[in-house]
Nanobody, 125 residues
Framework: QVQLVESGGGLVQAGGSLRLSCAAS??????????MGWFRQAPGKEREFVGG????????YYADSVKGRFTVSRDNAKNTVYLQMNSLKPEDTCIYYC????????????????WGQGTQVTVSS
């Protein structure tokens, strides 16, 4: 069974950095066969797309709110996807989730096939 496990969350001050990891496992699962996305969700709000990396081309795409500050990368050999977060702001405080989609890199959360349980990121001001 496919499992995605996020790690690296925590409490940081505004302007600081965090690096989130999403380790994937499964009998036949390889992130090289999936577009991988990062999403975040705050209490009472919809889950929103943060950034992701495609399967076919390896191209990346980011939400305007994080563009220039966050970077998504993948290490297929380690079956791991990363989200490097720099210049963090209090409004970045959310639970962050990684997700896998067998199709294209898309921004709609409900279209993704697999999800991790999330990791909390809290940015203090």
């Amino acid at each position: 069974q496919v499992q995605l496990v996020e790690s690296g969350g925590g409490l940081v001050q505004a302007g600081g950095s965090l690096r989130l990891s999403c380790a994937a496992s499964g009998r036949t699962f390889s992130i090289s066969n999936y577009a991988m996305g990062w999403f975040r969700q705050a209490p009472g709000k919809e889950r929103e797309f943060v950034g992701g990396i495609s399967r076919s081309s390896g191209s990346t795409y980011y939400a305007d709110s994080v563009k220039g500050r966050f970077t998504v990368s993948r290490d297929n050999a380690k079956n791991t996807v990363y989200l490097q977060m720099n210049s963090l702001k209090p409004e970045d405080t959310c639970i962050y989730y990684c997700a896998a989609n067998a199709g294209a890199l898309i921004t709609t959360a409900r279209r993704y096939d697999y999800w991790g349980q999330g990791t909390q990121v809290t940015v203090s001001s």
